[in-house]
């Protein structure tokens, strides 16, 4: 069974730019989380989607924002790009048990540099 | 306010040289405490859950335990291919998201 894919896998911006960041769930799967890591550090949650709604926000500014489309993928966008956004942008999804605590399956993730 | 701590920051083993990995947290109500490891140029991979003090689950060489203030992973007989950074995340009760700390970064030398 596929994973859960992330495109593109590297990205180079430059300041002021904005990017679009896509992610596919793993089959069945109907929450998508995005998460941002800074080298050396752990991930940092950003947004929670589940069944097409916002379910969580991280502390990110509103340059960040993302949806869930009827397939249940996922974009994150960025607008107004800064050389602090140069990071990992992790995807992952999970089954909702109605406990919460179902496990996050992580994708690779997309590299993105902003010069 | 929320906090996890791992450590050390860094470990070299030799091979076969068991070793424990510590993850101290300080979060207002605990829903689960979860273990990942996280190969470079990699997303994490799952490894556990646990959900209450006293809990343990085992998998291959990986044994994790919890009490109320910190978990540990222990790593029992490791092999090269255990080189890996493993991360610490919990998740409060009624979020959704989960809390990581910055990570252990595990080395084991032939």
Known sequence: DAGVTQSPTHLIKTRGQHVTLRCSPISGHKSVSWYQQVLGQGPQFIFQYYEKEERGRGNFPDRFSARQFPNYSSELNVNALLLGDSALYLCASSHPTGSGNSPLHFGNGTRLTVT | ?110
């Open chain 2, 1 to 110: 306010e929320d906090q996890v701590t791992q450590s050390p920051e860094a470990l070299r083993l030799q091979e076969g040289e068991s070793s424990s990995l510590n993850c101290s947290y300080t979060v207002s109500g605990l829903r689960g405490l979860f273990w990942y490891r996280q190969d470079p140029g990699k997303g994490p991979e799952f490894l556990f859950t646990l959900y209450s003090a006293g809990e343990e689950k085992e998998k291959e060489r990986l044994k994790a335990t919890l009490t109320k203030k910190e978990s540990f992973l222990h790593i029992t007989a490791p092999k090269p291919e255990d080189s890996a950074t493993y991360l610490c995340a919990v998740q409060k009760t009624g979020a959704n998201n989960l809390f990581f700390g910055t990570g252990t970064r595990l080395t084991v030398i032939p």
